[in-house]
């Protein structure tokens, strides 16, 4: 279950702009989540954006170093959201809002706060 396909991947234009739209926001150090439930026919349950600002890192060197950890700490630790969740699929933005480059043993702890957080929301 440790994998990250494209169909996980949240690449429709207009999901994205839904998300933004009517998307609820949990902020935690460092991250914000903004996720939306939606009635889809996809085959995951999860869909998830990753995003690092350009205004905050200038370089593309540091801007994917950081969602290569992003990505890596969410694939290890996504089994939790995929067994709450059967008959909707979850939209996830995971943006990442610091200043400075975080060692992965962080970024992965703080994701895991914010899905902690995230999952009594879902149950609601």
């Keep these: ?10 690449c429709s234009k207009v999901l994205i702009d839904k998300v933004f739209e009517k998307g609820k926001v949990i902020v935690g150090p460092s ?4 996720w939306l439930c939606e009635e889809l026919q996809e085959a995951a349950g999860v869909q998830v954006l990753i995003s690092v600002p350009k205004r905050n890192f200038k370089k593309a060197v540091d801007r994917n170093k950081i969602k290569r950890r ?16 059967k008959d909707k699929t979850v939209c996830l933005m ?19 706060k914010l899905l902690q957080r995230l999952i009594p929301e879902i149950r609601k």
Excluded: C, D, H, V
């Design 94 to 112: 995971l943006m990442y809002t610091g200043k400075t480059i975080i060692p992965y043993a962080e970024a992965e702890e703080k994701i895991i």
């Design 70 to 85: 992003m990505r890596e700490a969410y694939r290890k630790n996504k089994e939790a959201i995929y067994n709450i969740n």
């Design 1 to 10: 279950m440790q994998t990250f396909s494209k169909s996980e991947r949240l």
């Design 31 to 34: 991250f914000k989540l903004i």
